[in-house]
């Protein structure tokens, strides 16, 4: 009897027949063809782009527009859900795309690498769509040509592709659901009443995993098992979470002017040598060459590579007796202590207000009539709140 993966692999293309191997070996059902029903696992052999859909704007009031969107819709809903989870049960499981896909999608990429004389490895290049064929073309006859199979091909690429879907079964995570609560419900009972110790059990009442029969992973988990190794050349990262931090409330790409500032302030980073006007020259200089040579220009704005440039440049201007990655390192951990002190602060700021409004509350019991707040406008209030999720669930 197959297993309950249904798998859609009408994307292949060129992995198909390696994809056809590996999934015979784990026995599970392929639907190469689509089907209407939904799929456990979908197999892309091609890339797509995203950026050719569009789709259509309804006029709405001001600021309806923005909150009835599905990600700003769920985003809400899933603050509401975090305060009152019985009241809030009736939104399902949702996911944000494209920030959340790396919480279930997973990726082939073929790396070209060039071996010296002395067996060091070079990399050449990176392939988003790496070939999976388990053949290659041999000359029988001048200007006659067949497909033959590849023994070298077929080792390596039915092995990685088999493997990677056994990391992503969706069953591994069903039958570790059903064990726990299976535990959480059966009552503790000695093996020797039950008779499920070694004596007591035949060896046909074992039940034999699908895996069983096939050989051990071959891929290794690099991050973050060697995090603490390699976590020192992942200052980038660090560099590009101040400028997520820092990008607005529409999620944008592209660093504006007033972002820019606002981090230059937040940080501490300007003084007598170093004025806003001096940030406004380096913004725009940076900015301008960067845009100069990019081909996307339907957004304005600082892109990632030229934040990263002008923080490079900040950090020799601040530290110029250390080498850049000491530089750059200590001007990562100048930042981000002044952004946890403002964080804190903010905090204490935020708690002050709550501990005055309650000590007001009592007034009210008394017959004390109390001026009521002014009415804010729906669109200021939902771009405050649009504000709070995003800073609630940064996009890093």
């Known amino acids: 009897m197959l297993p309950n993966r249904h798998q859609h692999g009408s994307k292949a293309k060129t992995s198909l027949e390696a994809l056809k191997i590996s999934l015979r070996q784990l026995r599970w059902r392929e639907f190469p063809f689509g089907r209407r029903l939904p799929c456990d696992i979908y197999w892309h052999g091609v890339s797509f782009h995203d950026n050719d859909i569009f789709s259509g704007q309804v006029n709405k009031f001001p600021g309806m527009t923005e909150m009835v969107r599905k990600i700003t819709l769920s985003r ?9 989870p ?7 499981r949702s996911w944000i795309l494209p920030e959340e896909f790396s919480l279930f999608v ?3 990429l073929g790396f070209d690498i060039l071996l010296m004389k002395n067996l060091k490895p070079m990399l050449l290049e990176v392939n988003a769509n790496p070939s999976m064929r388990i053949e290659h073309e041999q000359e029988l006859s001048p200007g006659v040509f067949e497909n033959v199979p590849s023994p070298v091909d077929e080792e390596v690429k039915v092995a990685v592709i088999r493997d990677t879907l056994r990391l992503v079964d969706p069953q ?3 039958r570790k659901d059903t064990q726990c609560q299976t535990l959480e419900h059966v009552p503790e009972v000695s093996e020797e009443l039950l008779g499920t110790g070694p004596a007591g059990r035949g060896e046909g009442d074992t039940p034999r995993s699908p895996e069983a029969g096939l050989p051990s992973l071959c891929l290794k988990q690099v991050f973050p098992k060697y ?3 390699f976590n020192y050349l ?3 990262d ?4 101040l400028f997520i931090r820092f990008l607005g409330v529409k999620g944008t790409t592209k660093l504006g002017p007033t972002g820019f500032r606002t981090f230059i302030r937040n940080c501490k980073l300007s003084n007598s040598n170093f004025s806003m006007a001096s940030v406004d020259i380096l913004y725009i200089d940076i900015t301008r060459r960067w845009n100069s040579m990019g081909i996307d220009h339907k957004e304005s704005g600082m892109c990632l590579q030229a934040f990263v440039e002008a923080f490079f440049c900040l950090a020799q201007k601040k530290y110029k007796s250390l080498p850049l990655h000491e530089q750059v390192a200590s001007l990562i951990d100048f930042c981000e202590y002044h952004l946890a002190a403002l964080d804190e ?3 204490v700021c935020g708690r002050g207000v709550v501990e005055r409004r309650s000590a007001v509350g009592p007034c009210q019991t008394d017959g004390l009539h109390l001026t009521p707040a002014a009415h804010t406008p729906l669109l200021n209030r939902t771009a405050a709140a649009s504000k709070f999720g995003d800073y609630r669930n940064p996009r890093y």
């Open 86 to 92: 019985l009241e809030y049960n009736f939104y399902p």
């Open 345 to 347: 602060k903010r905090l």
């Open 238 to 241: 660090r560099v590009a979470a």
């Open 106 to 108: 997973d990726e082939i």
């Open 227 to 229: 995090a603490k190794q």
């Open 234 to 236: 992942r200052l980038v």
């Open 172 to 174: 591994k995570k069903k």
């Open 76 to 84: 809400a809903v899933r603050t509401m859900q975090d305060l009152f």
